[in-house]
T-cell receptor, first 111, second 115 residues
Framework: TQLLEQSPQFLSIQEGENLTVYCNSS?????LQWYRQEPGEGPVLLVT?????EVKKLKRLTFQFGDARKDSSLHITAAQPGDTGLYLC???????????FGQGTRLTINP | DVKVTQSSRYLVKRTGEKVFLECVQD?????MFWYRQDPGLGLRLIYF???????EKGDIPEGYSVSREKKERFSLILESASTNQTSMYLC??????????????FGSGTQLSVL
């Protein structure tokens, strides 16, 4: 069974600070996705990374896929209160038909 | 924009009741999914369907069944609700017609409480 471990599970920081969230596995994934879920809503896809070592940027958010395609990170620069939410990573296994989700990182940005 | 609509935001049911959770999507997606979300456990797949009248078990199908009579509608059924089925239920849809990695579109969720 493929598992994705996210760390930290909870993170509370001040506006303007930087942070990194990690998503790790012992399994290789063909691609990895990051979703953000705001209170009262379903998760919304932020990005998909498919190539080992790939880096994608979405404004102040930087996503990286590990060289071995077993892990990923999300770095937020100068966090804003609007970044508050639950961040979920999800991996597509090689040949698998369904995504495997991590347990999530609940991020709170305090004004 | 893709819209995935779940019929209820909140539901309160009693132990032993039969519970129906409905989900409708408007983008002609062939794939539909039901997940439950519990704190610290992430999203766990209950059932999914890649076509009308087709269903596949996910990781935690026990105590649940599904129905997909029309392409746009995917129903989750709790045959006899139990307190350990109290959870947030999320429906999602996707298409693989565009190629590449599947992108899930989620509904807003149904918070089910079983008393």
């Amino acid at each position: 069974t493929q598992l994705l471990e996210q760390s930290p599970q909870f993170l509370s920081i001040q506006e303007g600070e930087n942070l990194t969230v990690y998503c790790n596995s012992s399994s290789v994934f063909s691609s990895l996705q990051w979703y953000r879920q705001e209170p009262g809503e379903g998760p919304v896809l932020l990005v998909t990374v498919v190539t080992g070592g790939e880096v994608k940027k979405l404004k102040r958010l930087t996503f990286q896929f590990g060289d071995a395609r077993k892990d990923s990170s999300l770095h937020i620069t100068a966090a804003q209160p609007g970044d508050t939410g639950l961040y979920l990573c999800a991996g597509a296994g090689q040949g698998a038909q369904k995504l495997v989700f991590g347990q999530g990182t609940r991020l709170t940005i305090n004004p | 924009d893709v819209k995935v609509t779940q019929s209820s935001r909140y539901l309160v049911k009693r132990t032993g009741e039969k519970v129906f959770l409905e989900c409708v999507q408007d983008m002609d997606h062939e794939n539909m999914f039901w997940y439950r979300q519990d704190p610290g456990l992430g999203l766990r797949l209950i059932y999914f369907s890649y076509d009308v009248k087709m269903k596949e078990k996910g990781d935690i199908p026990e105590g649940y069944s599904v129905s997909r009579e029309k392409k746009e509608r995917f129903s989750l059924i709790l045959e006899s609700a139990s307190t350990n089925q109290t959870s947030m239920y999320l429906c999602a849809s996707s298409t693989t017609r565009t190629g590449g990695t599947e992108k899930l579109f989620f509904g807003s969720g149904t918070q089910l409480s079983v008393l």
